[in-house]
């Protein structure tokens, strides 16, 4: 009986052993981004790197702000999840919204035939978000997502008030240093 426990155990080990191994997620880094740069109030694009390896998740938590709908441009190519069920008609439902998206780009797109354009075969589309505030403020929120990234430099996206981004001191100006005497300048 010491035997056939030990043959056992063996066996275990070695079909354990020809398993695949595990690869396991890379570590939680965050980027902050404030809704004014999200929403696109300062003028650029907010531009999100995606990857068939890594998720991505941006969260609106900070913002208090609730996800109300979501529009993938070519939804081929990204799966996409909430954290909450979406709202059906937003003008209706008060207590639906999620406020975290998940998204993932797939390995291969999906043949949807949707009769997208060229343009959409490449590798950009775009997330659009509407949110919705404590005071009924809607908010519109425009990604470009870059598709194809080999290594996204975070995972999760923090969109936050204005007030929570850390900004550098603005630079003061420094007087140039007058210039020094040489001992063969006389």
Request: hydrophobic residues 40%.
């Amino acid at each position: 009986m010491k035997y056939l426990k030990h043959s056992i155990l063996g066996l275990a080990f070695l079909w354990a052993g020809s398993l695949p191994t595990a690869t396991f997620a890379s570590p939680l880094i965050r980027k902050q981004l404030s809704i004014s740069e999200a929403s696109g109030q300062t003028g650029v694009n907010s531009v999100v790197s995606l990857s068939p390896m890594q998720s991505l998740s941006i969260s609106f938590i900070k913002t208090g702000e609730v996800v109300k709908k979501v529009w993938l441009g070519n939804p081929a190519k990204v799966v996409i999840d909430y954290d909450s069920p979406l709202c059906k008609d937003v003008a209706k439902e008060s207590s639906c919204g999620a406020n975290v998206i998940y998204l993932r780009e797939l390995d291969r797109p999906l043949d949807l035939d949707m009769n997208l354009p060229d343009s959409a075969k490449g590798s950009l589309t775009s997330l659009t978000v509407i949110t919705t505030g404590s005071s009924g403020a809607k908010n519109l929120y425009q990604f470009q997502l870059v598709l194809g990234e080999s290594a996204p430099a975070y995972s999760v996206l923090e969109i936050v008030p204005d007030s929570q981004i850390r900004r550098l001191a603005p630079l003061t100006p420094v007087k140039p240093a007058e210039k020094t005497r040489l001992s063969s300048d006389s």
